[in-house]
Structures are given as C-alpha cells and as structure tokens.
C-alpha cells in the first residue's frame, strides 16, 4: 500500500488548496472537541499549540486569557491564522505568537508552559522523541494533552485515514513520559463520533517533576 508522504511541501500543498477551494469550510471549523473537554477546567496561563495548522485551538485558548506560542511548518496556514485573528480583534490577536517551526527538530523553552498541545501532528521520525522534547516545555504542574489518529481502527482491524502516519499514541506517550515525572490522567482511545471516520488517542499529563 502507498502512502501519502506528510512533510512541509505536502502540508503546504494541501493548506494551499482547502484555502482556495473551501476557504468557508477551514474557516467554519471548530476548535477540537478533546481540547475543549480535557482542558475547559484548567485556569489560563502559558500555552504551546504544536502544530497549530489553522489556528482554531489557538485562537480558542486566546479567547479565553492564554497567551499562546502557536508553531506550524506550513506557511500558507500560519499567514491564515493571524489573518482570522486580526479580524476576531486586538485583544485576541495579541495573545498569540505565531512561529514558523518543525517540530521534528524544535524545542521547546524548559519548563516554560503551563499547557502544552499536541493534535494530530504526524512526524517522519520518531514520536517519542518528539514527545520528549514538547513534554519537556511544561511547567511543573502543567499538563501535556496529546491526541492522535490511530492508523487502524482497534475494534476492526481496518486502516483509517491516518494509516501511513505516525502521531501520537498511547504507547508512545507511556514510553516518552517518565512515570517518576508524569501522572497520566487521561489514556483512551475514542471512536470519532461519525461512524467510519477513525478512532483518536486522547492523553492527559500533569508534570509532578
């Protein structure tokens, strides 16, 4: 079977034409449900959104007193995201830093964010390392919620749309957060609420180190 390859020239491609086709349907898109659930609680402070595509997560945080790093490699998404922030206004707009970055090689200031997301970012290498080094951002007594798309479906055994991928996981999350560090609230995987669309990985961490 052959898949898709998802580095930046692809992402770049494929923000490029949903913006010029369906620029309705990215801009109608809501923030994501998992992030709403597992984070609606938390008291606003210092965020990290790890690839941010579109900015809907970011823009939510924003709206809601975080100050927000938004990282994406995708240019075409990032210049659409300050773009919808300036028009939801200042007091939005100016919670958030847009950063172009890969998250395949960049790291995170030690220590520095109270949150740090991460939602269905495919990496070419290693998750786990990834894993590590955004894991490493958090503060103590942050949380690191992580959610992914499972490349078959467990109750199945079927490909989904993310087969070929690599994004975070259970496994992945248990093997890159020290349990002497990390108290892991959350592990699930949860079947997407339309049928045959996939199944996420949802993870919740709280930093104890």
Not at 22 to 42: M, Q, Y
Not at 55 to 78: C, N, P, Q, Y
Request: hydrophobic share 45%.
């Amino acid at each position: 079977m052959n898949f898709e390859t998802f580095d930046q020239d692809s992402w770049e491609r494929r923000w490029t034409q949903a913006l010029r086709e369906h620029p309705d349907k990215v801009a109608a898109r809501s923030p994501n449900a998992h992030l709403l659930a597992e984070t609606a609680k938390l008291r606003p402070g210092l965020a990290l959104d790890a690839g941010c595509g579109h900015g809907a997560e970011s823009l939510w945080l924003a709206a809601r007193g975080w100050r927000v790093t938004a990282i994406d490699f995708a240019e075409t998404a990032l210049d659409h995201a300050r773009a919808t922030a300036q028009s939801i206004g200042a007091d939005v707009a100016e919670r958030v830093e847009w950063l172009e970055g890969d998250l395949g090689i960049w790291v995170p200031q030690a220590g520095r964010y109270d949150l740090v997301i991460c939602l269905y970012v495919h990496v070419a290498g290693s998750v786990e390392e990834m894993l590590s080094r955004l894991a490493a951002g958090v503060t103590h007594g942050g949380t690191l919620l992580l959610v992914g798309h499972r490349p078959v479906d467990p109750t199945t055994g079927a490909p989904t749309p993310a087969a070929g991928q690599s994004q975070p996981s259970i496994d992945a999350a248990i093997n890159a957060l020290n349990p002497r560090d990390w108290r892991i609230e959350v592990a699930e995987e949860r079947p997407r609420a339309a049928a045959g669309t996939g199944v996420d990985a949802v993870i919740r961490a709280v930093s104890i180190a």
